[in-house]
């Protein structure tokens, strides 16, 4: 059985978790990643299986708030559907593809390639980087591949793809708000097909914990997912209050030390 304190540290992660995300428009994966790392070695998680746990329960979260981020945008007329569909096979078949790859990959490589693409991703908003729009939407094959790399790094990382396919849509000429609003529905299948592909990749591996699916720890996916669907809405009104451009550069400045401090958890362990 979870003892009751882990418990509650995983309501303070999804609270800041769910806080976060609301207020400046991101998934989780950046920050959970890092602390679930950390939080597992603590546990007493197999060293070995650590960084898949936190990437694959991670991933299972993202499933969930997806879903409110998909309706909300969906009802503002925000989604480009033809898109979603388009781009969607290659999503799918990249994400689950590395996701389950990502089984026999040790947990040195996996936390260093997700660092050093959080850093990137922190890099560019702290400098508020934004791809500057040069040409049009692919076909269906160019949008397929396309959506075969999105779903695989982001299955490496653990995120929804933000920080990939907007960036991909308005460099494409696409509408910055039809870019979010896509992208959020994109951030379904990407969640499923990541939690399912860490399921398989975990299902034969020995030393889990209980109440695992694969790689996937429930308790911390159950209780991460309702704390920060509550929470969100009260970091979405406070972004309109607060200069979030400055809040971002101290967000990206946070980011890079919780990626840091998931290095020093991985390699000292």
């Not at 779903?151 to 929804?160: E, F, M, P, Q, R």
Request: with cysteine; proline share 6%; hydrophobic share 55%.
């Amino acid at each position: 059985m979870i003892e009751f304190e882990w418990i509650l540290i995983y309501v303070v992660l999804g609270s800041f978790v769910g806080f976060l995300a609301g207020l400046f428009g991101i998934g989780g994966g950046g920050i959970m990643v890092p602390l679930l790392t950390t939080m597992f070695v603590i546990q007493g998680f197999p060293t070995e299986h650590t960084v898949h746990a936190a990437l694959a329960t991670s991933m299972a979260a993202i499933i969930f708030t997806s879903i409110s981020s998909l309706r909300a945008h969906h009802r503002l007329g925000g989604v480009i559907w033809p898109v979603v569909a388009k781009i969607a096979p290659g999503i799918i078949i990249g994400t689950f593809g590395f996701a389950y790859i990502a089984s026999w990959i040790p947990p040195q490589p996996l936390a260093i390639f997700f660092v050093a693409f959080m850093f990137y991703v922190s890099a560019r908003m702290f400098m508020n980087i934004k791809p500057k729009p040069s040409r049009e939407l692919p076909g269906t094959i160019g949008l397929s591949a396309a959506g075969t790399g999105i779903g695989g790094i982001s299955a490496l990382v653990a995120i929804g793809g933000g920080s990939l396919t907007v960036p991909f849509l308005t460099w494409c000429n696409v509408n910055i708000q039809k870019a979010i609003g896509t992208s959020s529905a994109v951030g379904f299948p990407i969640a499923v097909a990541g939690s399912l592909g860490y399921f398989a990749g975990g299902l034969n591996v020995e030393g889990l914990p209980d109440y695992s699916l694969g790689y996937i720890y429930l308790p911390a996916v159950l209780v991460i997912t309702f704390v920060s669907v509550l929470m969100a809405p009260y970091g979405a009104k406070l972004a309109h209050k607060l200069p979030v451009a400055t809040l971002k550069k101290l967000f990206a400045v946070m980011l890079m030390l919780l990626c840091a401090m998931m290095l020093y958890t991985v390699f000292s362990s």
